[in-house]
């Protein structure tokens, strides 16, 4: 039956778009594409790349269940598609490009990305650059095979196997944190896909544990970038900016000095000396101490302060049962909070038909004035075996990769999202653009 289903897409995708070599470049149409430049890349007419879709929103939609929705999205196919903040880059274009790296943010904006994210760590020197956790060098870049392997907090250790089974006794390891090296330490390394083979008895084979369901076709050297050059980098790409302040890795104060109010501070002032306007910035922390000092530090830039909320991981905390809740919507509305970003999966449920709808958590946030950012689409998966760790509140209705348009749908519709991460954001961007969406 999986089998027959996949031809059936497939077949679909063919007879909707019959010239396929067509459809791969430019999505169906020249609409999408826009004017040639002189070297043939299509441009906008503000000179940056024009939107270029490719072929992943055409084959999700082909797997859809026949409805109202697939109809008006599979209507809109001959664009034209244009760039929309409601498509937000997580960590670029991660899906198939290394994360944080240029290649990975210049794909997610001419696949319509309005905004772009660079989660902020700082080096042993005290410069802030874009890396997803302040401690993963050794998951995202070349490092273990650098010299500067010996800088690590944690050299790599291979895996410990059973010698008559096989079977893993402890997986290979390393830690290799951003503080560990200076800046010009860090621009020396290559950004490679996130993943590691627990396996692995060399360092070489455990850099090159890329999980299955993602490439290394663009991975041969991708461009790590400081925050200041994520902003410049940005600011070319005619796109906004939502910075990520993630948690140190190591203990705070730095070196006995530098305190976290000092990380956040460092941030926000990378803009303020670029002169990118504050409504082009949307920081965004874990920690709603970061956010409350924004507001009140940096009302400006406050105002678009982003709290994730990570209180799922509270040992307390249920996300469908509000008297858990601490602070509520309300206290989080009175403290100035204008967004709040929860992961998909607490913002669906299923109802008694098995429809996904808005969960309690949704609902409350909005009854309490706070808009909403979900994330991340297109970051675990397969779909047709319940879609992973984003998808868990609403695993029974999740049986096919079309469905990831009937998550999108209702977030954007019934929940109210104002955009959403992701981690392929050309699918995004055509959702937005067939509904209307500016």
């Known amino acids: 039956m999986a089998i027959a289903r996949r031809k059936t897409a497939v077949t679909a995708l063919f007879d909707w778009c019959p010239r396929l070599i067509v459809c791969l470049a430019v999505a169906c149409t020249p609409a999408c594409t826009g004017k040639l430049g002189a070297v043939g890349q299509p441009q906008s007419k503000h000179g940056t790349p024009a939107v270029q879709l490719g072929p992943r929103p055409f084959y999700l939609v082909a797997a859809m269940d026949a409805g109202a929705l697939k109809d008006r999205l599979r209507d809109c196919a001959g664009g034209p598609f244009e760039k929309t903040d409601f498509s937000i880059g997580h960590r670029g274009a991660a899906l198939q490009f290394p994360e944080h790296t240029r290649q990975s943010y210049e794909a997610a904006a001419r696949m319509g990305a309005g905004i772009l994210e660079c989660d902020v760590t700082f080096t042993a020197d005290l410069e802030l650059v874009c890396r997803h956790s302040q401690c993963d060098l050794h998951t995202t870049t070349d490092i273990l095979l650098t010299p500067l392997a010996e800088k690590c907090s944690a050299p790599f250790a291979p895996a410990a196997l059973d010698p008559a089974t096989g079977r893993l006794v402890k997986p290979a390891s390393a830690n290799c944190c951003t503080s560990d090296i200076t800046l010009e330490e860090f621009k020396s390394l290559c950004g490679k896909m996130d993943g590691f083979d627990p396996r ?51 203990k705070m104060p730095y070196r006995g000095h530098y305190t976290r109010q000092d990380y956040a501070r460092q941030m926000i002032d990378d803009y303020v000396r670029a002169g990118v306007p504050p409504e082009h910035v949307w920081p965004q922390s874990f920690d709603l101490d970061d956010v409350r000092y924004w507001i009140t530090e940096y009302p400006e830039f406050g105002r678009q302060a982003v709290y994730l909320d990570g209180r799922y991981s509270d040992s307390g905390f249920d996300h469908t049962n509000p008297a858990t809740w601490s602070p509520t919507m309300e206290a989080l509305a009175e403290s100035k909070l204008k967004i709040l970003a929860p992961p998909m999966w607490m913002l669906l449920k299923l109802d008694d038909l098995g429809r996904i709808v808005p969960s309690e ?49 209702v977030l954007a519709k019934d929940v109210g999202i104002l955009g959403i991460f992701s981690d392929w954001p050309a699918t995004v961007t055509y959702y937005h653009n067939c509904m209307g969406g500016k």
Not at 209 to 231: F, K, M, N, Q
Request: aromatic share 10%; with cysteine.
């Open 361 to 409: 958590y949704a609902m409350r946030a909005t009854s309490a004035g706070i808009d909403l950012i979900a994330w991340t689409l297109e970051r675990s998966g397969p779909l047709a075996t319940g879609g992973g760790w984003y998808y868990q509140s609403i695993t029974g209705a999740i049986d096919n990769d079309g469905d990831t348009y009937e998550v999108l749908h």
């Open 200 to 250: 692995a008895q060399t360092a070489a084979a455990f850099v090159a544990g890329t999980p299955g369901w993602r490439t290394d076709l663009y991975a041969t050297c991708g461009t790590v970038l400081s925050h200041a050059e994520s902003i410049a980098l940005f600011t070319a790409l005619d796109v906004k900016m939502t910075p990520e302040l993630k948690p140190p890795g190591v």
